[in-house]
């Protein structure tokens, strides 16, 4: 989270309104570069012993999320 206390950005006194939305955006855009990031992780996280038994059991349900 930015903190006002960091601002480097040269026209903070200008448009107050115009600053937090700017740094709203600037904060979801990195949560959801992260939640990308976390989902490719996921995705890409194959069991060592067989890439094979991780591919057929990939379109299968989650056991533990009771689905």
Known sequence: MLSDAKEVDSDVNEDAGREKLLDASLERFVHNVKVQVRRKG??????????F???????????????
């Open 53 to 67: 038994a991780a591919a057929e059991t990939a379109g299968q349900p989650d056991r533990d999320a009771g689905t």
């Open 42 to 51: 996921d995705m890409t996280n194959v069991p060592d012993d067989s890439v």
